[in-house]
């Protein structure tokens, strides 16, 4: 597909790019004077009559497409019965799935991106943000369903015509998705390996030791502890420079080092989110009650500690993702991140976890 | 250390590219910037893939040049080994200085048989994950595979496909029991015209992506920037 074309209707008004896309392409495209996103999938691919394939080939090629035809209506129809749900209007659902030629493709809303740092909002904003992308992976965790690939570029920060302070976070991409305890085989499944949780990361490699039933959505919560220590301090948790993802540290046993600017009860929360054994992490419902004041996302201290060797901070993302600040000149980054009277800081915010209870 | 083993944690991740150049004279516009991106590319890979925090443990680039067998059979294919970066990069530029725009003849041209001699290259099989690229760039169509003309050609390769359907095979898919290509791994991105095959191809193989161009303006709609992104991308 080109800028140009028309594919059922819908005519691209953007040159199509793979950027983020993983198995896609993807563009803009307008229909009846509205705007759209577009993705062409990369496979499967349905045969078409009258090629010399044989008859054997046709039925495999076939079998594929019934498949992900499937997977994708599973998916898509227990979205929309959930239309009505809190939350359920901040997840960009597929408006349009069909094939055209040999090529699936699929239609969603446009999404008008604010322009905004969501690193750089107040606490209040990032509550905001933080409780609304929570709401939506509620609303497919309540239906069993695992997103299987959250981080910054999955989740768009959408500009208000009111301009009202609050962004809310608007979920995209369900093309990983499946339901929980039944991902694709480990050659198939997808995810971004740097917010991917480690039974994720195991089950890629084919490890002996987790089977398909030990990916649940419980993976989704270690990838939400990942996203919220992301959007409160500009990165990710450092851990171990023998390991190149959080995910990769925590399957070694490794530890994950959260900012100390964030309260106690953060890295709390942050720490039992991003737990190796998958059912000691906080389900979605716990998470949303625990992060109920906007205290919890306030940082001590303004400045930034100075990158380290290997925090890991995600790029390409269609967010606006602000170059990474060092301390103040003859301030050291644990200076920096120190109260001024030297003492440790504790928090007074107390958090009941609850974990354990997954759907 | 090299550059990459910095990122080499527990996973480790093999890349593989095969850049497939029409070496045609009418490309010749075009062909020193397609040789410049070639050798700039191991560098900004190591920069995006570092970025992208992806552990890649191994890069290896291979170059098939093709012009046409119909045309003149001595200099149809030019094939080189696969370099492993950063370590055999001088092998790697050298192959590449030395590519020089000639001949062809009309179009089309022999782009599907150096596609099935990518496809038949020795892919890594080993580390954990790995991906396997091929690049095609040409301002041509091609030839259907295993024309008459061309299998007279006396350094014409044993053993290629017998037609496109035998070469779909080879491609492969995701049940496919005949496939050469390893489905989880391979991409195959193509700076060519929308024109057969290249535009029956996108449709109908899986993990193919068709950035058309305009025929016999030798890819010069493509910023260099934009193919080196495109094709980090499909890592």
Redesign the interface.
């Known amino acids: 597909m080109?800028i140009g074309d028309t594919v059922n209707g819908y005519r691209l008004i953007t040159r199509p790019?793979?950027?983020?896309?993983g198995?896609s392409?993807w563009a803009f495209a307008e229909r009846d004077g509205t705007e759209y996103f577009i993705k062409r999938f990369?496979?499967?691919?349905r045969?078409?009559a009258g090629?010399?394939?044989?008859a054997r080939?046709r039925e495999?090629?076939l079998?594929?497409c019934r498949d992900f035809e499937r997977r994708h209506s599973e998916v898509g129809e227990a979205l929309r019965q959930r239309r009505s749900d809190s939350g359920s209007g901040n997840l960009v659902v597929p408006l349009h799935f069909f094939v055209a030629?040999?090529?699936y493709y699929k239609v969603t809303e446009k999404v008008v991106v604010a322009d905004a740092d969501p690193t750089s909002f107040s606490a209040k904003e990032k509550l905001v943000l933080l409780r609304t992308l929570a709401l939506s992976v509620r609303v497919l965790h309540g239906i069993g369903i695992v997103h299987g690939d959250l981080k910054p570029t999955n989740v768009l920060i959408e500009r208000r015509p009111d301009a009202t302070a609050f962004h809310p976070a608007k979920l995209i991409d369900f093309d990983d998705s499946y339901l929980t305890g039944r991902p694709p085989a480990p050659?198939?499944v997808g995810g971004d390996?740097?917010f991917g949780a480690p039974e994720l990361?195991r089950y890629?490699?084919e490890d002996p030791g987790v089977p398909a039933g030990a990916l649940t959505v419980a993976g989704d919560m270690f990838s939400v502890g990942l996203l919220a220590h992301y959007y409160l301090t500009r990165r990710l948790p450092d851990h171990d420079s023998?390991?190149?993802?959080p995910g990769?540290a925590v399957?070694?046993g490794a530890a994950l080092a959260f900012d100390e600017r964030l309260p106690a009860a953060t890295r709390d929360l942050l720490g039992a989110l991003t737990s190796r054994e998958p059912a000691a992490r906080p389900s979605i419902d716990a998470f949303l009650a625990a992060m109920d004041d906007a205290r919890l996302c306030e940082l001590a201290g303004s400045p930034l500690p100075a990158t380290p060797a290997a925090s890991?901070r995600?790029?390409?993302s269609r967010l606006h993702m602000p170059s990474f600040e060092a301390p103040p000149p003859g301030r050291s980054a644990a200076e920096a991140v120190r109260p001024p009277d030297g003492a440790p800081r504790r928090s007074r915010l107390k958090i009941n976890l609850g974990g354990g209870d997954h759907p | 250390m090299n550059g990459y083993d910095q990122?080499?944690?527990?996973?480790r991740y093999a890349v593989d590219i095969v850049m497939c150049i029409d070496a045609t004279a009418s490309m010749g516009p075009v062909l020193d910037e397609v040789k410049r991106s070639a050798l700039r590319f191991p560098e900004r890979l190591q920069e995006d893939m570092a970025?992208?925090?992806?552990?890649v443990s191994q890069l290896r680039l291979k170059v098939i040049a093709f012009r046409d067998f119909a045309d003149y059979a001595d200099d149809a294919l030019q094939e080189s080994e696969f370099f492993t970066m950063p370590g055999e990069a001088d092998k790697f530029e050298a192959f590449v200085r030395g590519l020089s725009p000639v001949g062809g003849g009309d179009v089309p041209e022999s782009g599907l048989e150096a596609l099935a001699m990518a496809i038949r290259a020795p892919w890594e099989r080993g580390l954990?994950?790995r991906r396997h690229v091929i690049v095609m760039f040409t301002d041509a169509p091609a030839h259907p595979i295993g024309t008459p003309e061309a299998r007279d050609a006396h350094t014409y390769p044993a053993g290629l496909p017998r037609?496109?359907?035998a070469l779909?095979?080879e491609w492969g898919?995701?049940?496919?029991?005949q496939a050469l290509m390893e489905?989880?791994a391979k991409r195959l991105v193509l700076f060519a015209p929308?024109a057969s095959p290249w535009d029956g191809i996108a449709?109908?193989?899986?993990?193919?992506?068709l950035f058309?161009s305009t025929a016999g303006q030798g890819l010069e709609e493509f910023e260099m920037g934009e193919i080196i992104?495109?094709i980090a991308?499909?890592i």
């Open positions: 080109k790019c793979n950027e983020d896309a198995k392409v990369l496979e499967p691919k045969p078409q090629s010399g394939a044989s080939s495999l090629r079998a594929e030629g040999s090529t050659g198939v390996q740097l990361l890629m490699r023998e390991f190149g993802v990769e399957a070694a890991s995600p790029s390409g | 990122y080499r944690g527990n996973l970025q992208k925090r992806k552990a954990d994950r037609d496109s359907d779909l095979e898919y995701a049940r496919s029991q489905n989880s929308d449709e109908e193989w899986n993990m193919t992506i058309p992104n495109t991308n499909s």
